[in-house]
């Protein structure tokens, strides 16, 4: 769900071959507020909405890495439980900051290359995009820093870019039961992404794929996650 407070990422290829305040690459929902209420992701360089258009103080700008005459990628996250939008060039975070919850309006298309009216319909006059748009993805969920990376590296070859490093993110580690039995067992699990290796302390060598461990302890112990990337363990 990618209205209301939906936590929501696009990813988009564009070439635009010189820059304006605001240039709409794909929105939904409608203009006119209140604060909050809208999405659109934009190719522009204004500070404050040149990224992408919330409405009002949610509205994010791209820091000055908006480039002009050459493909670029654009990623923009929004997740809904920490209220954190960032947005990213190339790979690259490029800006962020935790904003208060969205409430973006149900009813209207999703419309590429303008926005809809504040009626909720297309209109071809509302802040048009005059660039050329390659592709476009929209996810019902927040994609994470390494995620963005590893998809922009992808595509770059395609696109005449150079590949991105992949930052390293540990997303979780926990245990299936907060406590247990002497003898009884447990599953450890955890969610990392960027790594080129992991181990568990104690714990039996592992695969970079693994994401899940039963472990069964005759006493107190204290379990380690390691993992390892081009930034360095973590």
Do not use: M
Request: aromatic share 8%.
């Amino acid at each position: 769900e990618v209205t209301g407070n939906g936590s929501r990422t696009i990813y988009a290829w564009v070439w635009n071959p010189s820059h304006n305040v605001e240039e709409t690459v794909i929105s939904w929902s409608r203009r006119g507020g209140p604060a909050g209420t809208h999405t659109a992701l934009n190719h522009g360089w204004h500070p404050t909405w040149g990224a992408v258009a919330h409405w009002d103080a949610p509205d994010i700008g791209w820091n000055g890495t908006q480039e002009a005459g050459i493909w670029t990628c654009l990623a923009y996250t929004y997740d809904s439980s920490t209220g954190l939008v960032s947005v990213y060039t190339n790979g690259q975070l490029a800006n962020s900051k935790t904003i208060a919850p969205l409430n973006v309006k149900t009813g209207a298309p999703f419309v590429v290359g303008c926005e809809n009216s504040s009626s909720g319909f297309r209109d071809n006059n509302q802040l048009p995009g005059s660039l050329t748009i390659a592709k476009i993805k929209v996810h019902d969920v927040a994609l994470n820093a390494a995620e963005i990376a590893t998809t922009y590296n992808a595509d770059a070859p395609t696109f005449g870019r150079t590949a991105a490093p992949v930052p390293l993110v540990l997303s979780s580690f926990a245990a299936g039961s907060e406590a247990i039995h002497r003898g009884d067992s447990t599953t450890l699990s955890w969610s990392v992404s960027g790594h080129d290796t992991l181990s568990v302390t104690p714990g039996p060598a592992l695969s970079p794929e693994t994401a899940s461990l039963a472990v069964t302890p005759l006493v107190t112990t204290t379990y380690t996650l390691t993992v390892t990337g081009p930034g360095g363990p973590k």
